[in-house]
């Protein structure tokens, strides 16, 4: 609960990925904060390196749609929209590769957002997802600078690893206060002797059991047109992805669809070529518990990686609230959840464990393992995340004056 002493508590001045464009971890956290905060949301960009791709023109001419029209107010992701809440889309160079790139973005990013931080009726708490903020810390009037580590960015596939690590050395040391999403993440020699509190990602169970605002679950008409059994991954497509596993579950299907449903961004060239397996755009999120519902078996065939030994997936908890048998990859993020599905370490163990659960469904016993996801909602997620950000509720990391680029901290 927010203590009610705090009538107007501070705004909160977030950067992070586009709002609206999928539910990512910190858009479920702040936008249950938006009743009891005036939020400042602001669109970055990544780091991904360029290639000459649709995906890559569309990603593009999303971010130049954005920047001719830089500031929305009251915008939210879907049907939602809050006065709270504004949306900026600031002007930024598309690389962070070198120093001479990392002071142009700090200088177009502090020229834009000053003006708008100087209206506010108080300095806000910064909030970053992604390490690109590092050289803002000190150049910005801002109350504390929080780092909410979602992911390893620099491990991620197709993005400047070098670039990222530099800027994340820099963040760490430099907030106020680092928030983690995983063990793995809490575990950084920047944060060595600091306390990282850890915040594992929530699930909204109302959404994945009832649909979105009292809505069904009717799947889309599009599934109707694939063979059963269907056997459903959803999310990025890229090279954290087991091709091994794919294929071997593949081979094992004498009927049924594999169906890969997300965003591609540049898979490994073999999965194009398995047997029944599928390939779609994402959907919208208030369209996931209807796909759901039209699969036999949620699937996450994620390979043995720096990366995903690191990550905390949302929907690993959104496939647990489905109701349906889940099937994945044993990582750290899912072996806390052994006893309410099935994970591999192996193709052939994936594929069997996937075609024993077409046979028999969700087991009684990992159905009553999940009743313990009630205490895995959103909302007590983002009020203790709201207790840690504000002022004085752990210790500070060490942060320096802003320094000149370069150098050391």
């Not at 070198?98 to 806000?124: C, D, F, S």
């Not at 349906?324 to 990859?329: E, G, Q, Y």
């Amino acid at each position: 609960m927010r203590d009610p002493s705090r009538a107007n508590p501070a705004p909160l001045f977030v950067f992070a990925d586009d709002w609206g464009r999928h539910p990512s971890s910190c858009q479920h956290l702040i936008g249950r904060l938006l009743d009891d905060r005036r939020v400042i949301w602001v669109n970055t960009i990544g780091t991904r390196t360029p290639r000459l791709d649709w995906a890559t023109a569309s990603r593009a001419g999303e971010k130049l749609a954005q920047w001719l029209s830089p500031r929305r107010r009251g915008a939210a992701g879907g049907e939602r929209s809050h006065p709270n809440l504004t949306v900026l889309n600031p002007r930024m160079w598309p690389s962070f590769a070198n120093p001479l790139a990392r002071w142009l973005n700090r200088e177009l990013l502090r020229k834009q957002l000053a003006a708008v931080i100087a209206g506010l009726p108080e300095p806000p708490i910064a909030i970053a997802t992604p390490p690109i903020v590092a050289d803002l810390v000190g150049a910005l009037p801002i109350r504390r600078w929080i780092y909410y580590r979602v992911d390893d960015f620099a491990e991620w596939p197709g993005l400047d690893g070098r670039a990222l690590r530099i800027m994340e050395d820099r963040l760490v040391e430099r907030v106020d206060q680092t928030i983690a999403a995983s063990e793995a993440l809490q575990d950084h020699p920047g944060l060595a002797g600091r306390h990282v509190p850890l915040l594992t990602h929530g699930v909204d169970l109302d959404h994945w059991r009832r649909g979105p605002e009292g809505k069904g679950t009717d799947p889309p008409d599009w599934m109707a047109t694939l063979e059963a059994p269907r056997i459903v991954f959803w999310g990025v497509v890229d090279r954290r992805m087991d091709v091994s596993f794919l294929k071997r579950l593949a081979e094992s299907l004498d009927r049924g669809t594999i169906v890969l449903l997300g965003p591609s961004s540049d898979p490994d060239p073999a999965i194009g070529s398995l047997p029944r397996v599928v390939s779609r755009l994402a959907v919208p999120y208030n369209d996931l518990p209807g796909v759901a519902q039209a699969a036999s078996a949620l699937i996450m065939p994620y390979a043995d990686l720096p990366v995903t030994r690191a990550m905390q997936p949302l929907k690993l908890k959104e496939y647990l609230a489905t109701g349906k048998p889940v099937v994945a990859r044993t990582l750290p993020s899912t072996r806390p959840w052994a006893d309410c599905l099935d994970l591999a370490d192996a193709p052939e163990e994936f594929a069997l464990a996937v075609m024993a659960r077409l046979k028999t469904g969700l087991p009684a016993s990992q159905d009553r393992a999940r009743e313990r996801l009630a205490g895995e909602g959103w909302e007590a997620k983002a009020r203790l995340f709201e207790s840690w950000i504000a002022d004085g509720t752990a210790p500070p990391s060490r942060r320096d004056a802003a320094l000149p680029l370069g150098a050391t901290s």
